[in-house]
């Protein structure tokens, strides 16, 4: 089954330090992956995705994350946080729904970013 | 305006009462979803339909059902709330043109007492 995991519940890191939320994969066949996040109060907001091509993938809000396929990784990352980014990430990999001949979107449980001041 | 959007955005009900939640789309996606985010465990899927005819239980649709109503409209019903039932519920589109990204919904925050 796909799957993903986020080994770390929470992160915290320093303003203007850069910052990493990590997440692995687990697929049959090539992976589609993505990255949410969910600001408080707020629904869950696409930032970027990794279906084929370059291993560095640019999103929203000067996020990125590097595709490796050795390592089945899909890191999040910046290189100097900020305060607002202050939220929780959730990354997502694209699976086969049984007898459907489709896909959905399994998420991680997701890991919680805090920027200090 | 939201592209997506959930009524009401949150709500307390007591233990066997039905309730509720809508969805509305602007997208034009044919696609629409139905999670709970419960702390720790991630987004699960309750319900999905791929059309306004063709409507597939998720992992954990227990408890729950759903209605299609147009393809603008995907509501979320529970028949008889219980306490487990206490969680964020998020609705989602998408397009299968666009490899499956989801678009969500500001989510509702549903208490049963």
């Known amino acids: 089954a796909q799957s993903v995991a986020q080994p770390e519940d929470q992160v915290n890191v320093a303003e203007g330090n850069p910052l990493t939320v990590k997440c692995t994969y687990s697929?049959?066949?090539?992976?589609?992956l993505f990255w949410y996040v969910q600001y408080p109060n707020r629904g869950l907001q696409f930032l970027l995705k990794?279906?084929?091509?370059?291993?560095l993938v640019k999103g929203s809000y000067g996020f990125e994350a590097e595709f490796n396929k050795s390592q089945t990784s899909f890191h999040l990352k910046k290189p100097s946080a900020l305060v607002s980014d202050s939220a929780l990430y959730f990354c997502?990999?694209?699976?086969?729904?049984?007898?459907?001949?489709?896909?959905?979107?399994?998420f991680g449980k997701g890991t919680k970013l805090s920027v200090i001041p | 305006d939201a592209d997506v959007t959930q009524t009401p955005r949150n709500r307390i009900t007591k233990t066997g009462k039905r309730i509720m939640l809508e969805c509305s789309q602007t997208?034009?996606?044919?696609?629409m979803y139905w999670y709970r985010q419960d702390p720790g465990l991630g987004l699960r899927l309750i319900y999905y339909?791929?059309?306004?005819?063709?409507?597939n239980k998720g992992e954990i649709s227990d408890g729950y059902s759903v209605s299609r109503q147009a393809q603008a409209k995907f509501s979320l019903s529970l028949e008889s709330a219980i306490p487990n039932q206490t969680a964020l519920y998020f609705c989602?589109?998408?397009?299968?043109?666009?490899?499956?990204?989801?678009?969500f919904g500001p989510g509702t925050r549903l208490t049963v007492t």
């Open positions: 989602a589109t998408s397009d299968p043109d666009l490899s499956y990204e989801q678009y």
């Open positions: 697929v049959s066949g090539n992976p589609y």
């Open positions: 990794y279906i084929t091509g370059d291993n």
């Open positions: 997502a990999v694209r699976a086969p729904i049984s007898g459907a001949g489709s896909y959905q979107l399994t």
């Open positions: 997208k034009g996606h044919d696609r």
């Open positions: 339909s791929f059309d306004v005819k063709d409507i």
